[in-house]
């Protein structure tokens, strides 16, 4: 592949990780970030967290990111990489680690309490008391330490230095020691992570495994994005033929986006693809370790040789050998083992001299099903239908504003009420109920607002209206949060609805006000089916019209033959 001669720099990044701030445009955000940040802000730490994945995949990028949206939360973020403890004696350890806890919380440390010369500790106990003593002392509710590079902790040390980790999770409910409670540990490795999360007497058993998964195409089109900024036309297609490729592997994906930009074409095209694909199967540092790790490890080059064979092994991290050659990054869990992507399986082959087998033809679809497509296809369209007649006279259709007036008492006492008699589910809006009272009593009137126990009132449920007039008004919100109230029923077409009641005092007399629930999740639901249907059936038709033709000359056959005769 022919590079540009241009000096421009890479907007894609293969080495290290990605900033939270420069690198934001080339970021594909992963779904484990979420588990991450609603464990880091729950109300009590169940469990210590572990994320296991390959080389360059993204695990550093996901505790910065982490880091970057935990600290304007008000919570203690601690982010310690450990690579450089390779080799290093126990005192080393805890010392650099203290140290970099006390650096890192200092921001959350009252004045009196910032000991910047104070002994740091050299061994577990004086390291477990450490903890203690900051946990006590730093304001954060939260404090979330995130250890990079675990497997560089000495073997001879690991586990004691991650044995008082496993102390501190277990002693958070005694009460001397309820400080503990606010250490949330997140691991980041692969190799001896493993060990240290598994088996009865592994000191992080305690810890929940998170397994990073590969970027799917829309995570890969972030990437493609990028390439208009330099002048590179992309085609709809790019993202599925980089994918095809990478399986979504953040490194390899982010190396093939900065080659494809290296050689500079006016457009993406298959061949520029193929092209970048093959350099790196030609020489990447990341494709040679592998294989080199692969190599020195001959139970898992067996096994994987097998898999590369077409062999069918079923996937379970109980067998060692899987679990090896999956946090070597070669696999994936499809319930049996297969080559994590397409140049992996390229490279594998050259290494073990296995051929290519050619894939198997795609099956030809049957000629009644497309016929049964549309069948289903028309049937949708017309389940759904009485589901938007009924939302569109409902609430589209709907008046969006009443007046109601009222006559409290016979001396000319009055009030207006003004509301929208629709209220939306999923939705933080506050729906407004306005009153203007008009009084020529000389008391004032208390109106008392009632309502059903899944409406939230803001304010106080009371308002007090002196005469001869005055104004106020009620919020209310419909609690209803989240997928699981989503109404649609498709065979049950109908409007939920929802009751307020104003009570006035003094005559006492209680006005009931009708607000219908706007689910509108629901109908964007059933019109999707619906669309979805009728292009279904279009295109079936245009696609068959060949066919359709013919039944109805088959069809218009036998009428014709009888009006011969």
Known sequence: MTESTSA????????????????????????????????????????????????????????????????????????????????????????????????????????????????????PIEFRRFLLDLARQVRAPRLVVLMDEVEAVPEGVSDGFFGTWRSVFSSRRKEDEIAFEKYLLVLCGARELHRLTTGPNSPLNIAERIYLKDFDVSGVQVLVDNLPRVGIGIAPETAQWIYDYTGGHPYLTQKMCALIQAAHPPTVTQPVVQAAADEILRSDDHLEKMLLQIEAEPPAREQLEHIVAGQSVPFSRLNPTVARLELLGAIRDEKQCVVRNALFAAAFRNRFGIPATPPPPPPQPKPWGRWVLMLLAVLIFFINLPFLAVYTADILLAPRSVNLPLVLDDRGTRAVIRYDPILRANSSQATTISVDVESRLTTPITVTLYADTDIVLEGSAQRVFKPPRTQDKFLITLYQRGAGVIPY?????????????????????????????????????????????????????????????????????????????
């Open 489 to 565: 029923n498709p065979f049950q077409p109908y409007t939920e609805h929802r009751q307020v009641i104003l009570e006035f005092t003094p005559p006492g007399q209680r006005q009931p006000l009708d607000f219908r629930v706007d689910f509108y999740s629901g109908f964007i639901i059933s019109l999707g089916m619906s669309l979805a249907s009728v292009v279904t059936f279009v295109v079936g038709v245009l696609r068959n019209i060949q066919q359709a033709r013919e039944l109805l000359e088959r069809l218009l056959s036998p009428s014709r033959t009888r009006n011969l005769s």
């Open 8 to 123: 421009e720099p890479s907007i894609f990044k293969t080495r290290g990780p990605l900033d939270p701030v420069t690198d934001r445009a080339i970021y594909v955000p992963r779904p484990e970030l979420e588990k991450l940040l609603r464990a880091a802000q729950a109300t009590s730490v169940d469990a210590y967290l572990a994320i296991l994945s390959s080389r360059q995949t993204g695990k550093t990028t996901l505790l910065y990111q982490l880091r970057h949206r935990l600290r304007p939360r008000g919570i203690g973020v601690a982010l310690i990489d450990l690579a450089v403890l390779h080799d290093q004696s126990e005192e080393r350890l805890y010392a650099y680690v203290a140290g970099q806890l006390r650096s890192e919380f200092a921001a959350n440390l009252p004045r009196s309490a910032e000991k910047k010369d104070a002994p740091l500790p050299t061994n």
